[in-house]
């Protein structure tokens, strides 16, 4: 984060501010590492799909991986090849489905049998075949936060292995299906890499069960969910893509022919965007002060929806002793708050105060609950 630039911008806050020398450095850090394996990386648009940032990716060279009809559309406007697209998602709309078919993108994760059975029916009636990886849930543990978790039986993500025998049925009987390959995503947030090297066992078993139907994937998509450190954004080895892409080197099973696919979202934008406020009020609180932002739940849900911690960081205090504060936002939920009893510099109404490693999940996720719109980004 550059704090003069931010400071003498003036701009009307609250807004994300993004670093695009810091993209472009955590771009090429994870392009090198995953060169080294000839793996493939898609970016993970969901986690910020804001113009300047999309087009760093398709620079880089990467893929994208899509969410939506919508995401799709981006995706190509912004000039992404139909065979760099992979779209996952567990309801699908027929709209969907054909646009995917018609542009002939790389894959369609499909996520149920239910799915498998409309897309062969979709395809049939447009004449055509649809790409398809079949996205497994392999009921592992990624040990992250339960409303980002999604690789356990649990959760509605993917086909699980109880289903093989219907799913591998079905399969028989659809002439309108490629079979490309395995899709995998276990959750986000992940950073202690043990769950990616328990996903590897499972992915080695189960493209097993898959070979021994006849059903050989060209290639494996293991997902995303590398975590960054919120407590450090400035750290250099953030994230760190070198053990990552070594643990897949080490742990995974993979055939000559087959390619290894990633859809990385929060690792490669979180540590280049700050949401930028400004204090409101001061208010004295009977435990800790409140510091009162002009951001809210509105610009960024991440805390109110998850508990997510962001490092706060006032950007024009003046003295250097710290007192705690919570810091909230105008919202009326008692939900809406970024961080309770964070030590920061005395603050006065009026600074400017940055909410750190927002780039991911942060403006992509903001709404308009109060009537409140978002003003322009900043990008430098
Ligand atoms: C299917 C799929 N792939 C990739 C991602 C990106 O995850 P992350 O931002 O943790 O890398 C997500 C995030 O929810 C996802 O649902």
Not at 17 to 37: F, G, H, M
Not at 192 to 205: A, G, K, Q, S, V
Request: contains cysteine; aromatic residues 10%.
């Amino acid at each position: 984060m550059n704090r003069s630039i931010i400071q003498e911008s003036g701009k009307q806050t609250p807004y994300y501010a993004y670093d695009i020398s810091v993209l472009k450095q955590t771009i090429d850090r994870a392009r090198v590492e995953a060169n080294k394996y000839d793996y493939h990386i898609h970016y993970a648009l969901k986690a910020n799909s804001t113009e300047p940032i999309v087009r760093e990716m398709l620079h880089a060279g990467f893929g994208v991986d899509c969410v939506s009809g919508q995401e799709m559309e981006l995706a190509l406007a912004q000039g992404f090849k139909s065979t760099q697209i992979a779209f996952a998602g567990v309801g699908k709309t027929d709209w969907e489905i054909d646009n995917a078919i018609n542009s002939g993108i790389f894959t369609l994760n499909v996520e149920s049998i239910e799915e498998l059975i409309v897309i062969e029916e979709r395809a049939k009636s447009l004449g055509k075949h649809a790409n398809v990886a079949l996205r497994i849930n392999p009921d592992v543990n990624a040990r992250t936060h339960h409303y980002i978790t999604t690789g356990l039986e649990e959760n509605k993500f993917g086909i699980s292995s109880w289903m093989f025998d219907r799913l591998f049925e079905t399969l028989g009987k659809c002439n309108h299906i490629e079979f490309k390959g395995l899709h995998f995503h276990i959750g986000s947030q992940i950073r202690d890499l043990e769950p990616f090297r328990n996903l590897c066992t499972r992915i080695n078993h189960l493209q097993g069960v898959f070979i021994d139907h006849g059903y050989f994937p060209s290639h494996i998509n293991a997902g995303g969910g590398l975590g960054v450190d919120y407590d450090d954004p400035d750290s250099s080895s953030n994230p760190d893509f070198e053990a990552f892409f070594g643990l897949f080197d080490t742990y995974l099973d993979l055939h000559p022919s087959q390619t290894l696919h990633f859809e990385l979202g929060r690792s490669l934008v979180a540590n280049c965007g700050d949401l930028i406020s400004k204090i409101v009020f001061v208010k004295e609180g009977q435990k800790t002060n409140f510091l009162i932002l002009d951001a809210g739940m509105t610009e960024l849900i991440r805390p109110a929806l998850y508990q997510a911690f962001h490092k706060i960081e006032n950007i024009e205090a003046v003295s250097g002793v710290n007192y705690p504060y919570d810091v909230v936002g105008p919202i009326c939920e008692s939900s809406d708050c970024f961080g309770k009893a964070v030590m920061l510099p005395e603050s006065r109404r009026g600074e400017l105060v940055a909410i750190r490693s927002a780039g991911a999940y942060g403006e992509c996720m903001a709404n308009g609950y109060n009537m409140r719109t978002l003003n322009p980004s900043m990008f430098y």
